[in-house]
């Protein structure tokens, strides 16, 4: 609207300034007009008043107008933030279901998600076997009553085992294999493959009882295992290492599985492995190859880590070395494997010899057969160029602890690193 002079009320628009000089000079003191009268300008837009109570209804109206504007920005604010608020809210809210799917996934994944253990899984899978025509209900009833039995026992059933692979390795490379300059070979290990029960998350006692076997048959380790005579069942084993934890060992460890293995299909590791070799006086050590150490990615002082620890004490011009060192239990991301022996080429490579939990006992036993060619190693050989992880870690067997040594390594273990190499 436009503006109204103080003085008649008239609109007068844009021409305000001029019509009050003409109609209402008299009151302005114009020239001429003999007045005197104060005059007070509006500060806000420079209207002239003579009445000082005009002009603060005057000011008070561009107060009032200006109010108005103010509260209607203030309003559009507050509606921003809370839009924003609630914007914010949601995101969080996706983001905390999104890491809720994701720690299931994980749970699942590592066999942390109260979905049973061994004897379920064995069981459910024979149950899809028969289902599938590819068992007989005989053979499932027989099976179960012989894993009930195994489990009541704690004794390894012994159906995944493969014995002899590393004499029938001695007697090849001693007749055959003109490539390879030496080699050296753990004492006897028997090869242990994953079952019904384990398949997908046994692979670390797996390779625990394939350790286990070397050192049963040591005069060395056999006081420290005067009570573990036979190769224990993965339920076994897992109960054993709750003990080693009960003991005190590897706190920060046990916390990550809720202090509880059985019954899971919990994964284990290098940790864990130690924990319950050095609960049973086994003296050994975690060695960490935290990042590659050669081209492309390889770890070629892994390899040559190895050769050290398999050709001390072992020296000699003899091609085949069958020594007394046990296997070394070799670990990377989302797998684990036992090493039982390296060969060295006449061209100054190495290669690994590795016994895998997933290597069925069919594809071992053909191990057990002369091969001229050597074909059949290809199951057990890994060069350098083969293993291309981002780390790795091994837990090497070294002797026995005294009582005092393992109760020192308790101690040590509640802040337990592992050696890195640089």
Same mark, same amino acid.
């Given at each position: 609207a436009p503006p109204e002079c103080p003085f008649c009320g008239e609109a007068a628009g844009r021409e305000l300034e001029e019509h009050v000089r003409e109609r209402h000079g008299h009151l302005l003191g114009a020239p001429g007009t003999g007045n005197d009268e104060q005059l007070y300008e509006c500060p806000m837009c420079s209207? *002239?008043?003579? #009445?000082?109570?005009?002009?603060?209804?005057?000011?008070?109206?561009?107060?009032?107008?200006? %109010?108005?504007?103010?509260?209607?920005?203030?309003?559009?604010?507050e509606?921003?933030?809370?839009?924003?608020? @609630?914007? !914010?809210?949601?995101?969080r809210s996706e983001e905390e279901k999104r890491e809720r799917e994701e720690f299931k996934k994980l749970q699942k994944q590592y066999g942390l998600d109260n979905s049973g253990g061994y004897k379920q899984q064995f069981l459910k899978n024979m149950e899809r076997e028969v289902d599938r025509g590819r068992m007989h209900p005989f053979e499932y009833h027989k099976r179960k009553a012989d894993m009930m039995e195994s489990?009541?026992?704690?004794?390894d059933d012994?159906?995944?085992?493969?014995?002899? +692979?590393?004499?029938?390795?001695?007697?090849?490379?001693?007749?055959?294999?003109? #490539?390879?300059k030496r080699v050296w070979l753990s004492a006897g290990v028997d090869h242990f493959h994953s079952s019904l029960g384990d398949r997908g998350w046994g692979c670390g006692y797996r390779n625990f009882q394939m350790l286990l076997s070397s050192l049963l048959q040591n005069s060395l380790y056999r006081d420290c295992l005067?009570?573990? *005579?036979?190769?224990?069942?993965?339920?076994?084993?897992?109960? /054993?290492?709750? !003990?080693?934890?009960?003991?005190?060992f590897d706190p920060q460890g046990a916390s990550h599985f809720n202090n509880r293995l059985h019954g899971s299909k919990a994964w284990i590791g290098a940790c864990e492995i130690y924990s319950l070799l050095t609960s049973l006086r086994i003296k050994c050590q975690i060695i960490d190859f935290h990042k590659p150490t050669?081209? /492309?990615?390889?770890?070629?002082?892994?390899?040559?880590?190895?050769?050290?620890?398999?050709?001390?004490?072992n020296e000699g011009d003899t091609k085949v070395t069958c020594t007394s060192k046990p296997p070394i239990y070799l670990q990377h991301q989302g797998?684990?494997?036992?090493? +039982?022996?390296?060969?060295?080429?006449?061209?100054?490579s190495l290669c690994l010899l590795l016994f895998d939990p997933g290597c069925s006992s069919q594809e071992m036993q053909k191990l057990l057969k002369q091969n001229s060619d050597g074909t059949n190693l290809k199951l057990l050989r890994k060069f350098v160029g083969s293993l291309k992880e981002k780390q790795y870690q091994i837990v090497a067997v070294d002797g026995v602890l005294s009582l005092e @040594?393992?109760?020192?390594?308790?101690?040590? %273990?509640?802040?337990?690193?592992?050696?890195?190499?640089?």
């Open positions: 209207l *002239t008043c003579t #009445d000082i109570q005009i002009l603060e209804e005057h000011v008070d109206l561009h107060l009032e107008e200006h %109010s108005f504007s103010e509260g209607g920005n203030i309003r559009d604010l509606l921003a933030r809370q839009l924003q608020t @609630e914007e !914010d809210k949601w995101q489990l009541a026992f704690g004794i012994g159906k995944t085992k493969t014995s002899g +692979v590393i004499e029938a390795l001695c007697k090849y490379y001693q007749n055959e294999s003109k #490539d390879v005067r009570d573990t *005579t036979l190769i224990p069942s993965i339920p076994k084993i897992q109960s /054993m290492i709750e !003990d080693a934890w009960r003991e005190g050669g081209a /492309m990615g390889t770890h070629p002082r892994l390899f040559e880590w190895i050769l050290h620890y398999y050709s001390t004490d797998h684990s494997r036992t090493v +039982v022996g390296i060969e060295e080429k006449k061209n100054k @040594e393992k109760a020192a390594r308790c101690r040590a %273990s509640q802040v337990l690193t592992s050696e890195k190499i640089p």
